[in-house]
């Protein structure tokens, strides 16, 4: 069964500091992974997409990896914002004619002045 | 662009009742998602449409659920009738295909069944 975990489940960081969240899968076949942020009461954003040949891809103060041997992924996100507080969700899409979606369960980041 | 827009925004009912939630997707996107999110399960898929056709239903939860997509433009998703469980946030998603992964999430309607 395809799977996305992801760690940790909550983070609390003060702002200026840096963190990274993971994200481990099993989806099989790989096409792509994304990581999609969500403000509260709002609808998930992508933040990035990294596709199978892709190791790291930066958007701003966010920056993405992709090791696919291992099948793991990391959002690393730089001097953080109180606007960085979100719930941060990592997407896999299978390479297949359905083209699933898995989702992990998400990141909930608190970022406190 | 507008987005994807979704109404109602917020729907408090009593077990029993009938509830209609309605998403109008981004012009030209050709995917359709539903999806439903709770603190506990995260986001599952509940069904989604290509070209206005059904392609998976198997995550609508149970006969109680049903959605269509009768044009390009708009899609519903009736409860009916309506549990406490079936208290949840519902997004709908748009996508210009199935490829690429990206959906383009409405601002979720949030369903309260007391």
């Known amino acids: 069964k395809n799977q996305v975990e992801q760690s940790p489940q909550s983070l609390i960081i003060l702002e200026g500091k840096n963190c990274t969240l993971q994200c481990n899968y099993t989806v099989s076949p790989f096409s792509n992974l994304r990581w999609y942020k969500q403000d509260t009461g709002r609808g998930p954003v992508s933040l990035t997409i990294m596709t199978f040949s892709e190791n790291t891809k930066s958007n701003g103060r966010y920056t993405a990896t992709l090791d696919a041997d291992t099948k793991q992924s990391s959002l690393h996100i730089t001097a953080s914002q109180l606007s960085d507080s979100a719930s941060y969700i990592c997407?896999?899409?299978?390479?297949?004619?359905?083209?699933?979606?898995?989702f992990g369960g998400g990141t909930r980041l608190m970022v406190k002045p | 662009d507008a987005g994807v827009i979704q109404s109602p925004r917020h729907e408090v009912t009593e077990m029993g009742q009938e509830v209609t939630l309605r998403c109008k997707p981004i012009?030209?996107?050709?995917?359709l998602f539903w999806y439903r999110q709770t603190m506990m399960r995260g986001l599952e898929l509940l069904i989604y449409?290509?070209?206005?056709?059904?392609?998976?239903d198997s995550g609508m939860p149970e006969d109680r659920f049903s959605a269509k997509m009768p044009n390009a433009s708009f899609s519903t998703l009736k409860i009916q009738p309506s549990e406490p469980r079936d208290s949840a946030v519902y997004f709908c998603?748009?996508?210009?295909?199935?490829?690429?992964?990206?959906?383009?999430f409405g601002e979720g309607s949030r369903l309260t069944v007391l």
């Open positions: 998603a748009s996508s210009r295909g199935l490829v690429t992964g990206e959906l383009f």
């Open positions: 449409f290509n070209n206005n056709v059904p392609i998976d």
């Open positions: 997407v896999v899409t299978e390479n297949n004619a359905g083209n699933m979606l898995t």
């Open positions: 012009s030209g996107h050709n995917s």
